[in-house]
């Protein structure tokens, strides 16, 4: 049989069936199989991925899927760093998420802006907190996301230090296990643990609106005003360095489905942010929890 480009093997026909569940150790490296769609998602990462298909990536690798009409094949990887070297390693053929400009993938265009938001409760007197220069910041407990590798830390921890703001943060992890949980974060401020938590917006979003208790979500600036770190980022959609073929046919998907990709969002109400430049990204600027573990130009 001729050799067929990525894009050509996704294509072929293939009933788009029930997502295959196959953990990395177990899947060995192999060209891209006709009719199926390998797509590197994390097992257990709400409101992203997890491997019951409950996130928003899933869903949306579920209409990619089906504008294929290939089957939904996983590999199951926690979001760690080598998470790119996994889809370039021809383990999978798509990342649902991907810092813009990545150069360690061939990346779409952006299909969604997410940002930093202060998470308060109803009625603390908090909801007008508006930047990291707000004064009362230094007197609150602040619940901030810490990587647990590396220097480098999340974008508003290494912001509020330069503010001064050090001794009052409480951390929260961001690889997940049964101790620890993607919502924790949420559930301090409702349970008044901390004053106020900075939490990325998707994240924010999907735990607060299931809160028993009212919650407010307040967007950051783009970008700090003292330290200069960004607060906001567009996300794409990645594959292997070299397949612009397929990343061009997934472009195409993505402008076709832009109503269904905003009401999956939508759905899971992650705060979407106005299109913009995100020459930060470019530069290797820090990264939110999502996109931070996975590889970047940063990290």
Not at 4 to 23: E, M, N, V
Not at 102 to 125: E, H, I, W
């Amino acid at each position: 049989m001729p050799q067929l480009s990525s894009c050509r093997w996704l294509l072929l026909a293939g009933l788009a069936g029930a997502a295959l569940a196959t953990p990395a150790a177990a899947q060995r490296p192999s060209p891209p199989q006709p009719g199926v769609l390998r797509v590197c998602a994390d097992p257990d990462n709400m409101p992203f991925s997890n491997d019951k298909g409950e996130g928003f990536e899933n869903k949306l690798a579920e209409l990619i899927a089906r504008e294929w009409n290939s089957k939904l094949q996983y590999l199951w990887f926690p979001q760690r760093r080598g998470y790119f070297r996994v889809l370039n390693g021809l383990y999978c053929d798509l990342a649902i998420e991907a810092p813009t400009q990545l150069d360690m993938a061939a990346t779409t265009k952006p299909y969604y802006r997410s940002g930093y938001v202060f998470v308060v409760r109803k009625g603390s007197g908090l909801e007008d907190l508006k930047s990291l220069d707000d004064p009362r910041l230094k007197k609150l407990t602040i619940g901030v996301n810490l990587y647990t590798s590396d220097a480098e830390n999340s974008p508003p921890a290494m912001a509020l230090s330069q503010h001064g703001v050090v001794g009052n943060l409480k951390g929260f992890g961001t690889f997940y296990s049964s101790d620890t949980r993607p919502e924790d974060i949420i559930k301090a401020v409702a349970e008044k643990q901390v004053d106020v938590a900075i939490v990325w917006g998707p994240l924010a979003g999907y735990f607060a609106k299931r809160s028993p208790v009212p919650l407010v979500l307040i967007p950051l600036p783009p970008r700090d005003s003292l330290s200069g770190y960004p607060m906001q980022y567009n996300i794409a959609m990645g594959v292997r360095r070299r397949d612009r073929e397929l990343r061009d046919s997934l472009q195409r998907v993505l402008d076709r489905k832009r109503p269904e990709i905003e009401a999956i969002l939508k759905e899971y109400n992650v705060p979407v942010l106005p299109m913009t430049g995100d020459s930060a990204q470019r530069a290797g600027a820090a990264l939110p929890p999502s996109e931070r573990a996975k590889g970047s130009p940063s990290r």
